[in-house]
């Protein structure tokens, strides 16, 4: 079983998933955005025996662990490694549009306590958080190089961090004596910067910092309106798209775009009369998204603030 014995990562709204997105016809391609170890592939290799899968993921190391698991799958699963809004950009022409399109925007575990990266500060790690690490910024280099007050407005806009004002000027503070590089220092400085009612509340005070620099070391948010944009445009009319969010700002650009591409009409509210002539490019599957049942957030905590979207595609928007 070798590196298959590793996986730490449980698919969250997995029988959703497989219900809302179950091949519609023979010989369907399904695109897996999100790779990750895998999970959601193996259920629909295993469930849908002439489903192929296109897997992505733009970390190589964990890719290897889904292509160890998922070996037995043969030819009916390639991988792409990089990023999703890329792959999609660079669509060929000639390949076959896929039926089906999931992206499971969440982190996998295997970042958390496998990667080494500086994900958690449970374990005192260097301050990477990169999930593509053969380029871009590391955490380490934004909490070194951000002037206060973008660090501050960082911890705010992607986290909601309260206190972001305080651990911004604690952070460029301590730098000024010497570097943060790892996760042990970042998470003390952070808890000292913070009141003390704040250390002792439901997570730790620094969670939210941590959050908010993974999103901006990932692009997590800026990279997903050109996946959304990206996926859309390369789906088959009548295939579907499935994104799974896990807190309220990825949820909100994915609700908010499926909304876009479900109205017949896109002309401002105050025009008198509608000149865009536009059609609804999808249909939406799940008005108020999926959530986990009581049942899966007892198994998988981790799954507890997972929402499911998903649309048809009625026609792309050249009108075909």
């Given at each position: 079983m070798g590196?298959?014995?590793?996986?730490?990562?449980t698919?969250?709204?997995?029988?959703?998933t497989l219900q809302y997105l179950a091949p519609r016809g023979r010989d369907e391609l399904m695109v897996d955005a999100t790779m990750g170890e895998g999970g959601h592939s193996a259920a629909f290799l295993s469930r849908f025996p002439d489903l192929k899968v296109i897997g992505i993921d733009a970390d190589s190391a964990i890719q290897a662990i889904a292509k160890e698991r998922l070996r037995e799958f043969g030819d009916r699963l390639h991988f792409y490694t990089g990023w999703s809004q890329a792959f999609f950009a660079e669509y060929p022409a000639e390949l076959k549009r896929p039926d089906t399109i999931l992206a499971d925007l969440g982190?996998?575990?295997?970042?958390y306590e496998k990667s080494g990266r500086g994900f958690s500060f449970r374990s005192d790690e260097q301050l990477d958080m990169r999930l593509d690490v053969s380029g871009g910024t590391s955490a380490a280099e934004l909490v070194a190089r951000l002037p206060e007050k973008e660090l501050a407005d960082l911890l705010y806009n992607n986290a909601g961090e309260r206190y972001s004002r305080r651990i911004a000027r604690a952070i460029t503070g301590e730098r000024q004596q010497g570097t943060i590089t790892t996760t042990a220092a970042l998470a003390q400085l952070v808890e000292q910067a913070v009141p003390a009612s704040y250390r002792h509340g439901p997570i730790h005070p620094a969670t939210r910092t941590f959050q908010a620099l993974r999103i901006a070391v990932n692009g997590e948010l800026s990279r997903l309106p050109d996946l959304?944009?990206?996926a859309l445009r390369v789906l088959e009319p009548g295939g579907r798209l499935g994104i799974i969010s896990f807190h309220s700002l990825e949820d909100r650009i994915v609700k908010n775009f499926f909304r876009t591409k479900n109205k017949d009409c896109t002309c401002p509210p105050e025009a008198p009369i509608c000149r865009c002539e536009g059609r609804r490019s999808v249909n939406i599957l799940t008005r108020k998204g999926v959530a986990p049942t009581d049942e899966e957030i007892e198994r998988n905590s981790p799954s507890r603030s997972a929402r499911l979207r998903v649309v048809e595609k009625v026609l792309d928007e050249d009108g075909q």
């Open positions: 590196k298959v014995m590793e996986i730490v990562h698919p969250v709204l997995l029988e959703e982190v996998s575990l295997f970042h959304l944009e990206g």
